[in-house]
């Protein structure tokens, strides 16, 4: 063993240990509130969802927030019916009708909205519903009401087709999204706006392309085994990011070569206030004690909490594998815990009981 990896085993084993006793931290899988989930992508743009199927029919609803101050939410609609070019779609609340959008000026409109940086619309027919004025009063209807029925033309004269999606938990899950964007108090606040002034949420920089690393950080993520080895069409959908540290420092949260059928690799670069550039290594659990990795796998970093979570699925279900959650402390990344499951049946994923490998169940206080 080098000195320098046996230094690093040193310090990532003090560090895990630190690490232990630390407050309730998020879970492993994204929160619920009633029919309603909550989650932030890398750059910490957030959404609400509630998807819901009637019969064959399919809708998924969407409520998505940028982290600029001055980002207003939109809400976006997908269905797996196709929709035809002329007909009308309805919003109702309660049995009101809150809005009726011509599908033909629906599609028109689609040019004027800019969705967040790395946004990934789920596959169906799908819409950003007017923004601004539109959204609000909508939003506000959803927050007082029950149930939100989307009535969607039909082709070939038949029938409109009306999907119901239940409204219980909708204003927790915007709560949720206030506070995760420390929006709460606020101006911009999706749920009770406050008088105080709009401000930037926590979030990272997307980067969609290579050539936007700086050269110190280029050169050692093309140094590092084949992490360039990528096709730059990938690389731009997999939410890379740089996270703005102290001091002009950054973080790079970069694709390492191309994904496998379940699984994506990363590393993470620091570029120093003064330009130099250092990889950054993540200890992970063995049998043994804590050893050193350079890859994280399906990597996402959470910006409120300055957290990075990596979740290796075993299968293409992802029953099994292993999931770690580290903390940036300012010079490098503390394993706050790690759980596994090596059982691949088939199931239906579930992180929340998967065994712990850290912390430890017989680990001092």
Not at 163 to 175: D, E, H, N, R, T
């Amino acid at each position: 063993m080098t000195r320098r990896l046996q230094t690093f085993l040193t310090i990532a084993a003090l560090a895990i240990l630190s690490a232990g006793a630390s407050s309730a931290q998020p879970g492993r899988t994204a929160p619920s509130f009633e029919e309603w989930t909550v989650d932030c992508g890398n750059t910490g743009a957030c959404f609400a969802s509630a998807f819901t199927r009637s019969q064959s029919v399919w809708v998924d609803v969407r409520i998505v927030r940028d982290w600029q101050a001055e980002a207003q939410p939109l809400v976006r609609l997908t269905t797996n019916t196709e929709l035809p070019q002329e007909g009308t779609l309805l919003f109702d609340v309660d049995g009101t009708t809150i809005e009726e959008l011509p599908i033909e000026q629906l599609r028109e409109m689609q040019s004027a909205i800019t969705p967040p940086t790395g946004f990934r619309p789920l596959g169906g027919d799908g819409f950003w519903y007017p923004a601004g004025p539109a959204s609000i009063t909508l939003l506000d209807a959803m927050q007082k009401g029950k149930v939100l029925t989307v009535r969607m033309p039909a082709g070939d004269n038949a029938d409109p087709i009306s999907v119901p999606i239940p409204l219980q938990g909708l204003k927790s899950s915007l709560l949720w999204l206030d506070n995760r964007q420390d929006r709460t108090g606020t101006e911009a606040a999706i749920v009770s706006p406050g008088t105080n002034p709009a401000k930037d949420a926590p979030h990272a920089l997307p980067i969609l392309s290579a050539d936007q690393l700086p050269p110190e950080v280029a050169a050692i993520w093309s140094a590092n085994r084949l992490c360039s080895a990528i096709d730059p069409a990938i690389f731009a959908s997999l939410n890379a990011v740089r996270v703005p540290l102290a001091e002009n420092a950054s973080l790079y949260i970069v694709p390492c070569g191309a994904p496998t059928p379940y699984n994506s690799p990363y590393v993470a670069v620091l570029s120093g206030k003064d330009g130099a550039a250092r990889q950054i290594h993540v200890a992970r659990m063995s049998e043994k004690g804590p050893i050193a990795s350079d890859l994280i796998y399906n990597a996402r970093w959470i910006p409120a909490d300055q957290q990075l979570v990596s979740y290796f699925k075993g299968s293409g279900v992802g029953e099994c594998g292993l999931w770690n959650r580290w903390f940036w402390n300012g010079t490098g990344l503390v394993l706050m815990e790690e759980a596994t499951r090596k059982t691949c049946d088939g199931t239906e994923p579930d992180l929340s009981n998967w065994s712990s490998t850290w912390p430890l169940k017989n680990a001092s206080d």
